[in-house]
């Protein structure tokens, strides 16, 4: 997917195993910000309306438009959630969707350090996880002040500040 398709779409989830008989399912890596009764998602390249959403945020539950039994839920087992970014909410100062920093390129001032590969979502904070461009091991950068000058998102730029992780 190019970097234009990558970002009119953001990763909501993906369809886990059926809950019940109704086709109804459990969602893995839920984004619940994005998955609201209402929304249409794109999966397994159709567009769906979410009739249903039930559970909380870390066991969150959905039905599809056009799922009715559970034979459908299966069908979908393992296919992503993506929702249009023009039906996401806005995010505030200094949040961004991890669309927009996957392949930012990232330095230490002038120093380039490498390209994020991902966001990760650890217990403690999100971090990016930078593959180095000198083929080294993966820097993990928390998303947290000291760690992280400046994004910019329009640019694909993140400035990070490696004496603060340990001068890796």
Known sequence: MGIKARLDWLHAGRVGRPHGLDGSFHVTRANGLLLR???DVRVAGVIRR??????????????????TERADAEVLRGADLLVARA????LGEDEWWAEELEG????????????VRRLLALPSCEVLE???????????????????RTVDTTRGEIDVDLR?????
Do not use: Y
């Open 104 to 115: 930012c390129a990232v330095h230490d001032g002038g120093r380039p350090v490498g390209r």
């Open 87 to 90: 039906d996401a909410p806005q």
């Open 130 to 148: 930078v593959e180095r461009l000198d083929g080294g091991q993966d820097l993990l950068v928390p998303l947290v002040d000291d760690a992280v």
């Open 164 to 168: 603060f992780l340990g001068g890796v």
């Open 50 to 67: 979410i009739e249903r959403r039930a559970g909380d945020e870390t066991r969150l539950i959905v039905r599809l438009q056009g799922a």
């Open 37 to 39: 009764e209402g929304v």
